[in-house]
């Protein structure tokens, strides 16, 4: 078991998981805490001569240079782009979550920090058999992971970012923070007001913003990480999956 890591999840699918997890990867990286991210199951696979590609490994290792083969970094890379327990189901693969057990662990091992990121939102089935559904809150909770939660500052963010942590709770999970993306330079009253609320609403404090950035490319973010520091609280997330 490991209490030093973290799932990154998210209000949505597209909301920015992957670049947040690329993001704090690098950022701790860089300051000396050894952390690894780890994507489970990544659906949407690329189709290639060489095989499926997981399109949000290969972001994290051109982000952060990391020195990992994607089945080191992704238990599970299935071609359509649908929730994992269809993607699996219709490619006839079987999805078991003690071999993601197992990879967690070997990560977890051998780093500081293990940055899960999950497959789109929190409610998301990752495996259906006859068993019953395996959800992604199942594995959460069987990893004893604390969460950090991705949301956005636009409209519709108060009802999203509420409901994720709310459904959260109810499976006894515990969100540490809120990071926001694509936080533009100079928010709307809007956007200031969306960010008070969603603190007041969820007791969850924001741990971080990340600006909107004009080239979200993997060397757009190596070029934007210096200035990231000033915008996400490591420490105080460090701090927090330490207890
Ligand atoms: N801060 C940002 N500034 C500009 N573009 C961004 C920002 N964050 C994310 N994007 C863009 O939004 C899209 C979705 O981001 P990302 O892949 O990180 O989302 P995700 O939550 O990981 O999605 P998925 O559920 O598919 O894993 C990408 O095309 C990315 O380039
Ligand atoms: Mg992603």
């Known amino acids: 078991m490991s209490t030093y890591s973290l799932f990154i999840t998210g209000t949505d699918t597209g909301v920015g998981k992957t670049l947040a997890t690329a993001c704090l990867t690098a950022l701790l990286n860089e300051s000396g805490v050894n952390t690894i991210p780890y994507k489970p199951v990544q659906s949407g696979g690329i189709a290639t001569a060489a095989g499926l590609l997981a399109e949000d490994v290969l972001f994290y290792q051109d982000v952060c240079s990391l ?25 006839g693969v079987h999805i078991e979550p003690a071999h993601i057990h197992t990879q967690f662990h070997q990560l977890a091992r051998s780093h500081d920090v293990v940055l899960v990121e999950g497959a789109g939102g929190l409610a998301v089935p990752v495996a259906e058999t006859d068993s019953g559904l395996y959800m992604t809150t199942d594995l959460i909770r069987e990893l004893h992971l604390p969460l950090l939660l991705v949301t956005h500052a636009g409209l519709g963010t108060i009802n999203h970012t509420v409901l994720t942590v709310e459904y959260a709770r109810s499976y006894g999970l515990t969100v540490i923070g809120l990071l926001v993306n694509q936080m533009p330079a100079v928010p709307t009253i809007m956007q200031q007001d969306n960010i008070r609320m969603i603190e007041k609403l969820t007791g969850v404090p924001v741990l971080g913003t990340i600006p909107e950035l004009t080239d979200a490319s993997p060397s757009g973010v190596r070029q934007a990480l210096p200035d990231l520091t000033q915008h996400i609280q490591l420490e105080t997330i460090l701090q927090k999956i330490k207890a």
Do not use: D, K, V
């Open 67 to 91: 020195p990992y083969t994607q089945s080191q970094l992704c238990s599970y890379c299935l071609e359509p782009a649908f929730s994992p327990h269809l993607a699996a189901r219709e490619t």
